[in-house]
């Protein structure tokens, strides 16, 4: 984990043409004990959930889903089913403090204009969560964190806010240096807490810089978080036992708990 970030996923980069199969949608699922973060930078997505919501994700948008004590969702392509697309995006996924992990089930949308934004030396950059830098996104979190979008001109660079415990910077395009560490798209590092770390741009790149406070031990089964073995048990014969009400308006397939 880093700070209560305990999942990244780097959706593409890739070229959706028209009439893709529908097995590449992701197909309603369940969730415990987290909020996920779906963040574009390019293409859109169909969100819908079992508390009714349904919601197209855009690129410079956040879509928070906080699962507590249990919601399921589908994530859906059907814009690029239509006029194709390229998809290109990052969804995290933030463990709930033990306070919170029962809360229930709950879904938000931001707009860019919820995304405070700043420009300095080559290096754009848009606060997607959390405060930093003096900065507050309107997003609401459970914890402290930050998580911001860099994109970077060639050789610019910028140190990265050092107020939290846990951080770390990953790549999304091109090529940057860290403490002297180069790193390619698709490469995180981690950053030693407490100290001042220079991210350098070696060529136009887009970074991700999160981190926040820890919030304790957590542990992970498919799409279920919680500090507690016994609670992850009762999810599984939950979803087993398809007791977890489906999204709303699409209810008709599931995926299957894992063996």
Not at 23 to 35: A, K
Not at 103 to 119: M, V
Not at 146 to 173: L, P
């Amino acid at each position: 984990m880093v700070g209560p970030f305990i999942f990244f996923d780097h959706v593409g980069p890739v070229d959706l043409a028209p009439g893709i199969s529908r097995s590449l949608d992701v197909r309603p699922h369940p969730h415990i004990g987290l909020s996920t973060v779906t963040y574009l930078f390019h293409g859109a997505i169909t969100h819908r959930d079992s508390l009714g919501f349904r919601q197209e994700i855009r690129p410079g948008e956040v879509n928070w889903m906080v699962a507590g004590s249990g919601i399921t969702h589908s994530e859906r392509f059907g814009r690029a089913r239509e006029e194709g697309a390229h998809l290109h995006g990052i969804q995290t996924w933030v463990a709930l403090p033990k306070e919170d992990e029962e809360t229930d089930p709950a879904f938000y949308h931001y707009d860019s204009s919820d995304l405070p934004e700043w420009s300095e030396g080559g290096v754009h950059g848009r606060l997607v969560a959390g405060e930093a830098n003096g900065l507050r996104a309107g997003v609401k979190t459970h914890s402290p964190l930050f998580y911001e979008h860099w994109q970077m001109d060639a050789d610019s660079s910028r140190e990265a806010v050092a107020e939290y415990r846990e951080r770390a910077v990953y790549v999304a395009s091109g090529e940057i240096e860290v403490a002297g560490t180069r790193l390619q798209s698709g490469q995180m590092a981690v950053l030693t807490p407490g100290k001042g770390v220079r991210i350098t741009a070696l060529c136009p790149a887009v970074a991700i810089v999160l981190g926040g406070e820890p919030i304790g031990e957590r542990f992970m089964f498919w799409n279920f978080v919680s500090s507690s073995k016994e609670r992850l048990e009762q999810a599984k014969e939950d979803w087993l036992q398809q007791r977890m009400k489906l999204p709303v308006g699409d209810a008709a397939e599931f995926i299957p708990l894992p063996e």
